[in-house]
Structure formats: C-alpha cells, structure tokens
C-alpha cells in the first residue's frame, strides 16, 4: 500500500493566510464575539515594568484592570451606539466593539502597587518589581 499526501488547493491556502493576517492585524479574538485585542507595547525598566495599550475613543470609565493570580486582565466596555438606518457605508475601517486582553505577570512584580494614566486614547501601566528583582550593587575591593 503505498500513502500519498494529498495537498490543499493552493486557493484554500491563499484565503486561509487572508483571513488569518487580517485577524491578527485587526487583533480580532474570534474565540468570542464582538471582543477586540487591544495593541500593547511592553517595557522593562531597571525598576519596573511599564505595559501600554492603545485604547482609541474610550473614556476612563469605560476601563477596567484587574489582577488574579498574577494575571493581569484589562477591559474596555464601550456602550453599544446606536447607528442613522439611513447611513450606507462606503467605507468602514474603524474597530467598534468591547476590547479586553489578558496578561500573564512574571513572579518579580509587585502587583498591589501598579499605577495607571490614561492620556490620548493610550492606557499606561506601570508594574513595580519586587525588591528581591531590583538590581543591587556590591561593593567590590580590589587588593
């Protein structure tokens, strides 16, 4: 008996990378609905860890952050705005929807001390380390 791979049409392929990179860019979650990822850039300073999420058209009471076993979790529930029946698309390129996204904290952090500021449409935490995580410096004699 001899086994023959059978390839997918390379169209199928072509589509599926598609669809997945325009996933991924518009940082859609499909595992729910309606729920978008919102873009994050994440620092790491001598004393802190500094995380910044790009949150465009929400106001500060429309975010939470929450922190559970070290995992870090930050919602951005918008209130669903109603739209002119009469209004025809002709283009619509702008995320609606409720944005959340969860983060894994390493050990080193101090997670009752985090501050936020949310200025521009840009949400920026700042994650303190743990003493034990600080740098230190030894004094070091030379003979």
Same mark, same amino acid.
Do not use: C, H
């Given at each position: 008996? @001899?086994?023959?791979?059978?390839?997918?049409?390379?169209?199928?392929?072509?589509?599926?990378?598609?669809?997945? *990179?325009?996933?991924? &860019?518009?940082?859609?979650?499909?595992?729910?609905?309606?729920?978008?990822? =919102?873009?994050?850039?994440?620092?790491?300073?001598? +004393? !802190?860890? %500094?995380?910044?999420? *790009?949150? =465009?058209?929400?106001?500060?009471?429309?975010? @939470?952050?929450?922190?559970? !076993?070290?995992?870090?979790?930050? +919602?951005?529930?918008?209130? %669903?705005?109603? &739209?002119? &029946?009469?209004?025809?698309?002709?283009?619509? %390129?702008?995320?609606?929807?409720?944005?959340?996204?969860?983060? &894994?904290? =390493?050990?080193?952090?101090?997670?009752? +001390?985090?501050?936020?500021?949310?200025?521009?449409?840009?949400?920026?935490?700042?994650?303190?380390?743990?003493?034990?995580?600080? =740098?230190?410096?030894?004094?070091? @004699?030379?003979?």
């Amino acid at each position: 008996m @001899t086994l023959v791979k059978v390839a997918r049409p390379r169209i199928n392929r072509s589509i599926d990378n598609m669809l997945n *990179s325009f996933f991924e &860019e518009m940082n859609f979650d499909s595992r729910t609905s309606n729920v978008w990822r =919102p873009a994050m850039d994440a620092q790491e300073f001598d +004393k !802190n860890f %500094e995380l910044s999420f *790009s949150l =465009p058209g929400f106001e500060k009471d429309d975010i @939470t952050v929450s922190v559970k !076993n070290n995992n870090l979790t930050l +919602k951005a529930i918008k209130a %669903e705005v109603k &739209e002119d &029946e009469d209004a025809k698309y002709l283009t619509r %390129e702008i995320a609606r929807g409720n944005y959340e996204r969860n983060i &894994e904290l =390493p050990e080193n952090v101090n997670t009752d +001390k985090i501050s936020a500021e949310y200025k521009s449409g840009i949400l920026t935490l700042s994650i303190p380390k743990t003493k034990e995580a600080l =740098p230190k410096e030894i004094a070091v @004699t030379v003979k």
